[in-house]
């Protein structure tokens, strides 16, 4: 079961698409197996590197893609409970201003990001199909418990991506 484009947003249609998983659980398990991996490989001198000047640093990534998790989990954990409650949306920039990244580790942020997923997939796995198809507004936009399980996917992926092609593309192996 995948969600349907009359179930999110259209500015979420990138990250969705990017989950080849066709039902939610497998696609956050998997959605998470590369990035510590991945992460192991960089010095923690690495923390703090922009691939532009205007872009982020890697530690700034990683905490956005935590963030961004525990907000979207949020909502849906509010959502599937058949709160009707609007749900705000928020600034990641101003987030990641005062987040305070300087001070953490690539170690430390690998970790938080694996137990912000464990978090997730048990929030998740407990939902029956109709907890997944509950809708709820979400950033003045309707959205539905499914939906939100592929667009916290997909985000990770799509900030994955880009740490592997625009950060690190050295540290990329091509496959055979």
Not at 30 to 49: H, T, V
Request: aromatic share 12%.
């Amino acid at each position: 079961m995948r969600p349907q484009e009359n179930e999110y947003p259209a500015f979420y249609k990138a990250y969705i698409e990017q989950v080849p998983q066709t039902e939610p659980i497998p696609a956050l398990e998997k959605a998470a197996e590369e990035i510590p991996r991945f992460l192991a490989l960089l010095s923690e001198a690495k923390g703090d590197y922009r691939y532009a000047p205007d872009k982020w640093s890697v530690k700034e990534l990683l905490q956005h893609a935590i963030d961004t998790e525990r907000i979207m989990a949020y909502r849906a954990l509010t959502i599937a409970r058949g709160d009707t409650t609007p749900l705000p949306g928020f600034d990641e920039n101003s987030y990641a201003r005062i987040a305070h990244t300087q001070y953490r580790t690539i170690a430390d942020l690998r970790t938080e990001f694996q137990v912000v997923r464990k978090s997730t997939l048990c929030l998740f796995q407990n939902f029956d199909e109709s907890a997944f198809r509950r809708r709820g507004i979400a950033n003045d936009n309707p959205i539905t418990v499914l939906a939100l399980a592929y667009i916290i996917a997909g985000h990770q992926l799509h900030h994955f991506r880009i740490l592997k092609e625009r950060y690190f593309p050295e540290l990329v192996v091509a496959k055979p």
